[in-house]
């Protein structure tokens, strides 16, 4: 088990910036791929990027404006995010998987292990 704890979000104007944190306590966090999901109210959740040894993607929305990146000597994953629109707007989640994502299920939320509380983001037009 992993237990995953997001912190960073708030309330920003659009064109802002903000830097996600997810700390990880548990099992051995380098060899995890971890995730970053947000979900809107009325909306399914959403993968925004991930992060693996297989290497980083992203959705399409947010490519060119968010940056995920880890430290495995802290256990912590960020999501940074930038030119932040008022659509970006939503409950970010960290997620976990013990071993690799690829390009073909990193996207699924049904594989990812483990999941944080979430952290609200709300972007102001």
């Known amino acids: 088990q992993v237990q995953l704890v997001e912190s960073g979000g708030g309330l920003v104007q659009a064109g802002g910036s903000l830097r996600l944190s997810c700390a990880a306590s548990?099992?051995?966090?380098?060899?995890?791929?971890m995730g970053w999901f947000r979900q809107a109210p009325g909306k399914e959740r959403d993968v925004v990027a991930a992060?693996?040894?297989?290497?980083?993607y992203y959705t399409d929305s947010v490519k060119g404006r968010f940056t995920i990146s880890r430290d495995n000597a802290k256990n912590t994953v960020y999501l940074q995010m930038n030119s932040l629109k008022p659509e970006d707007t939503a409950v970010y989640f960290c997620?976990?998987?013990?071993?690799?994502?690829?390009?073909?299920?990193?996207?699924?939320?049904?594989?990812?292990?483990?999941w944080g509380q979430g952290t609200q983001v709300t972007v102001s037009s």
């Open positions: 997620a976990a998987r013990a071993g690799a994502v690829y390009h073909y299920n990193y996207y699924r939320p049904g594989v990812y292990d483990n």
């Open positions: 992060i693996s040894g297989s290497g980083t």
């Open positions: 548990g099992r051995t966090f380098s060899n995890s791929a």
